[in-house]
């Protein structure tokens, strides 16, 4: 077979948005609200994502009905019906292939694909893989709890190893997923990482995140108070906050604590590691750079989170452009299009074809 | 002679450039049926496909039947490795591929062991006797070799050395002696061309244009064809010619057209009639990938084709597509089906258009993805969690389908529904003339979007589940249009307002409605074929079973004897007049190609005692058998 060499629409041209229609009427939260009444457990962290969404969305500028979010099933999918949007609430797994059709056939909406760790990874984790590695034009929100809510507490593909859950109640023996470094080895082009309590974090990945042509993955650690309570606790609170988290800037070189004590450097493996400042210097800090092509270092970044959450990155782990799935196809179309206006082309020349014959009507028919 | 100077102008007698030209007997025939058989690598399905084509443009009417195994390449030269195409030409309208050759064409031992049985006695039977070494006899079984033991001689053998001929040809082009036998294809539809009195520009032509890029092996085919044709009139051994007349079709401009593409083209004229762009979500299966490739090709017609990681994506992106206002449309086979069960269902809660294009092959599982069947019924029907109505079309013949996509889609706009279309591998790969329909004789199926607040409240809110009354349709407000922002989904839906409800009798009315939407939709009435008037028993089938079943109601009824046909082709909703219709007859048989859905169906609705007949072989019914079938019930010996 052979392969051809295809014009590259929008690559750096083009935002995330930019074939968006935009509003100049002013828009609050409260346009954004729905009403519906909100049905999440007292405690949920959905509720801080929602008020971070609804409270962004208005800064975007877009006109609301073109807007669109698309979930699968879970606590987490229910999110579009509290949003004055366009919304679609559909089946377990399969919102990135939903929102694929939907961002191919209109490049004049924003869609947005809310989902949980088991909706993304568990049941839809080959729409999700494949979303990101077309570079969909979807900003994909994954809420992980590290738990199954809605089916009442068992464990997800993110929980801890060990983890005693309804169904597994000697402790799981199941590896989980690190979002982030599933993402990135789907040749994601944007993925990002914020805490739901975190708003100010959230909304600027949220802000990049829609800025960006292409597929964003987003994770957002968030708590389940029913059957996972406290799973993100001692990334809110204590004395060691600042010794775990690890916030990404971009062009800054990495490094957290305090008073910046720990930094981020190239490890013997090949990869990264935390070390204090003072044993190294500043300067063999790595610095962060999420438009390097090369994910290898974003994934090295990835890899620093760790499931008993000693070290947890946070913000814009890659963001890069590559062409998108959606342009290329609609380019595709456009240009058959307007070779087919060119030649003339029409259903009843298709029809007919090339290879025809003619049954004339007998003398008897004609009389 | 035919009379048709244009046709007889095509005759190349010319081509015969030495030696005298030979007096051989022509025949008039009405009909004859050829089957080229070999193995999967001999080239056997562009044989026919192009014998086709020049019956095709020759005016016969015609019915194609391609037989292939899964593999792309099974070992050469073995059973399983046998590939055959049988083409039924006629100068009166046929309706099957027919049951036996009058012609074989058998390329090596193997598709001589794996056709033969079908030969009848008499009939003509082309051997390839090249490939019959003791090496390949030996991998089929054959002790000895059945061209010079006795066991052919209830038949006319011609035994023609095929290969070595063809190499010897096309020496001259300095092609390999490999490459050069590669063309004996083309040496045996020569040979078949002079026979049957064919044209040989068309596949010169074709030829031409199919090796555009590598004009060498395009010249050494045509090379190859030319010496099959020459072969037969300059050797003694054919020493008759047939001639089959243009069928005295109705009037009009026709081409050859097989199941698949007329599927895709039924497709592009839906998107266009209703003024939609389409949008294909798919994955590639046997035997429904073609209509993926076609509609592939066809983005300048505003057709975007989508092949997606899985049956449920291809689906599911179809259906977003919808939701945007879209003609969303998926293609599959029995498997896929059940991978996009689920969607299905969602599009159902959804009350969105979806097509649905299912290209039954044979079940259960991976199964027989190159043979056919008509097992997929009840899985269209009944094949999703709760009450899950979807319309169901199921085309007769291949040109059918064209009509078929054009009404399922008219259906699903028109009622905001999933529809499925039912072909099968016999209809997709099977080809017929097809009589071009004229664009502006088609019906107009476009539907108008939701653009304004509906509530009957007054409160200018957009309920998104308020019905007509007519369809029962809701309406489609598609993304962008402002003031009807609105959120849908698979959980119930609270009756018009269209928000979530767990109301048990808010359920039990949704359920209701949704059943009485399809049930609801118009559909033409069954028509029934009784010449004599006085036919008790009534033959009543489905899909791709309509030409067997109408060549045997021929046969039938040219044996003195009375039988009603009619066929369905709105198999949910059924025909109105259908349980009056079944009611009119004394004895009701249905075949299938599955173990008797429909007639489970017709028993369970219309509590009629219909008689089953089905057969699941991978290959359509034989009119023969069928004539059998319905005798029997004629004079009242069919079995219960």
């Known amino acids: 077979m052979t392969a051809i060499d295809l014009p590259n629409p929008a690559v750096g041209g083009l935002g995330g948005l930019d074939l968006v229609p935009t509003t100049d009427a002013p828009q609050k939260a409260k346009d954004y609200t729905s009403d519906q009444e909100v049905r999440w457990c007292p405690g949920c962290g959905d509720y801080a994502v929602l008020a971070s969404v609804r409270s ?72 999700l893989i494949h979303a990101l590695r077309r570079n969909m034009n979807i900003t994909i929100l994954l809420f992980n709890n590290r738990i199954y809510g809605l089916t009442k507490g068992q464990y997800s593909p993110t929980s801890e190893v060990g983890k005693v859950t309804k169904s597994t109640p000697m402790g799981s023996v199941d590896a989980p997923f690190n979002p982030v470094s599933l993402a990135l080895g789907a040749e994601a082009t944007f993925v990002g990482r914020a805490l739901d309590s975190d708003r100010k974090g959230l909304t600027e990945v949220l802000r990049q995140a829609a800025a960006h042509r292409g597929a964003s993955l987003v994770e957002i650690f968030q708590d389940c108070p029913i059957f996972n309570d406290g799973s993100f606790d001692v990334l809110r609170k204590g004395d060691d906050v600042a010794q775990r988290l690890i916030p990404l800037v971009d062009g800054e070189p990495i490094r957290f604590g305090n008073d910046g004590e720990y930094g981020v450097v190239r490890s013997e493996s090949g990869g990264l590691k935390v070390v204090p400042v003072a044993e190294v210097g500043e300067d063999a800090l790595v610095v962060h750079r999420a438009g390097e092509q090369d994910p290898t270092q974003a994934f090295a970044l990835s890899r620093l989170s760790d499931q008993d959450l000693t070290h947890t990155v946070t913000g814009i782990f890659r963001k890069v452009d590559r062409p998108t799935y959606d342009d290329g196809a609609r380019a595709q179309v456009k240009a058959a299009t307007e070779q087919a206006e060119q030649r003339g082309d029409n259903l009843q020349a298709l029809l007919t074809g090339k290879d025809t014959w003619a049954v004339m009507p007998t003398p008897e028919q004609e009389a | 002679m035919s009379t048709d100077t244009e046709v007889g102008a095509d005759r190349p007698d010319r081509l015969v450039a030495h030696g005298e030209i030979r007096q051989t007997e022509v025949r008039q025939t009405h009909r004859v049926v050829i089957r080229f058989a070999g193995d999967s690598g001999d080239g056997m399905q562009l044989t026919g496909d192009r014998f086709t084509s020049e019956a095709a443009a020759f005016g016969n009417d015609l019915a194609t039947l391609p037989n292939f195994p899964a593999e792309i390449r099974a070992p050469a030269g073995t059973l399983p490795g046998v590939s055959s195409f049988q083409l039924h030409f006629a100068d009166y309208d046929i309706l099957t591929p027919g049951d036996r050759p009058d012609v074989l064409v058998a ?58 001929i063809t190499r010897n040809a096309l020496e001259p082009t300095g092609m390999s002696k490999k490459d050069a036998e590669r063309a004996k294809n083309m040496f045996a539809l020569g040979l078949l061309s002079w026979m049957y009195h064919r044209g040989t520009e068309g596949t010169e032509q074709f030829l031409r244009e199919k090796f555009a890029k590598k004009p ?171 009450e899950a109505p979807v319309p169901i079309i199921a085309p007769a013949s291949p040109s059918e389908c064209f009509a078929a996509a054009i009404e399922a889609a008219h259906i699903a706009i028109k009622y905001r529904t999933p529809v499925f279309l039912l072909s099968d591998g016999a209809i997709a790969n099977g080809s017929e003339p097809w009589n071009v329909p004229d664009v502006a004789d088609l019906p107009d199926i476009s539907t108008s979007f939701a653009t304004e607040a509906n509530a009957p409240d007054g409160s200018g809110e957009f309920w998104p589940y308020l019905r007509d009354d007519d369809t029962l349709a809701r309406p489609w407000a598609v993304p962008g249009t402002a003031g009807l922002e609105h959120r849908i989904g698979g959980l119930e839906k609270a009756d018009g307002r269209g928000s979530i409800s767990y109301d048990g009798d808010n359920h039990d009315r949704m359920v209701r409605l949704r059943q009485a939407k399809i049930d609801g939709i118009e559909v033409d009435d069954v028509t029934v074929d009784d010449p004599s008037g006085e036919a008790e028993v009534l033959v009543l089938g489905w899909g791709s079973t309509f030409g067997p079943i109408g060549a045997a109601c021929r046969r039938v009824r040219a044996a003195g004897m009375n039988v009603a046909q009619a066929h369905v082709r709105s198999m949910n909703p059924l025909p109105g007049n259908l349980g009056e219709v079944l009611a009119r007859y004394r004895r009701v048989v249905v075949p299938e190609m599955n173990l008797g859905q429909f007639a489970m169906m017709l028993r369970a609705k219309y509590l009629v005692d219909v008689r089953s007949y089905t057969k699941v072989a991978g290959l359509p019914f034989q009119a023969e058998e069928l004539a059998g079938v319905l005798t029997d019930a004629v004079k009242g010996d069919l079995p219960a």
């Not at chain 1, 292939?97 to 924003?110: E, F, H, N, W």
């Not at chain 2, 597509?321 to 449309?329: E, I, K, P, T, Y």
């Open chain 1, 56 to 127: 962004f969305l208005p800064e975007l500028g877009l006109k609301r009905e073109n807007i669109v979010f698309v979930s699968g099933i879970g606590c987490s999918s229910r999110f579009p019906y509290y949003l004055d949007t366009y919304g679609m609430h559909s089946i377990h797994g399969r919102a990135p292939a939903i929102a694929t059709g939907l961002a191919v056939s209109r490049p004049d909406l924003s869609v947005w694909v809310v989902t949980g760790d088991g909706d993304a990874l568990s049941i839809g984790g080959n729409h």
């Open chain 2, 107 to 164: 390329m090596n031992p193997a598709a001589l062991k794996a056709n033969l049985k079908d030969l009848p006695h008499g009939q003509v039977l082309i051997v390839n006797t090249d490939e019959f070494t003791k090496r390949n006899l030996a991998k089929v079984g054959y002790e000895s070799n059945p061209l010079e033991d006795d066991s052919l001689a209830p038949y006319q053998v011609h035994q023609v050395a095929m290969a070595t």
């Open chain 2, 216 to 386: 060498e092996l395009a010249e050494a085919n045509i090379l190859a064809f030319r010496t099959g044709w020459n072969y037969g009139e300059t050797t003694e051994s054919f020493a008759v010619t047939y001639e089959v007349a243009p069928a005295a079709l109705p009037t009009g401009t026709y081409r050859q057209i097989t199941g698949n593409l007329a599927l895709a083209y039924g497709v592009v004229a839906a998107g266009q009639l209703a003024k939609l762009p389409v949008f294909l979500g798919t994955y590639p299966i046997t035997p429904a990938s073609d209509v993926l490739h076609e509609l592939s090709k066809h983005k300048g017609m505003g057709v975007t084709t989508f092949q997606a990681e899985d049956e449920i994506a291809g689906i599911g992106a179809a259906l977003g597509a919808s939701f945007g206002g879209a003609l969303g449309v998926t293609s599959t086979s029995g498997p896929g089906v059940a991978l996009k069960s689920e969607t299905i269902g969602l599009a159902v809660a959804l009350e969105l258009p979806l097509l649905i294009l299912d290209v039954q092959r044979g079940g259960p599982s991976t199964g027989l993805p190159t043979k056919t069947e008509q097992a997929d019924l009840l899985q269209a029907m009944y094949g999703r969690n709760g």
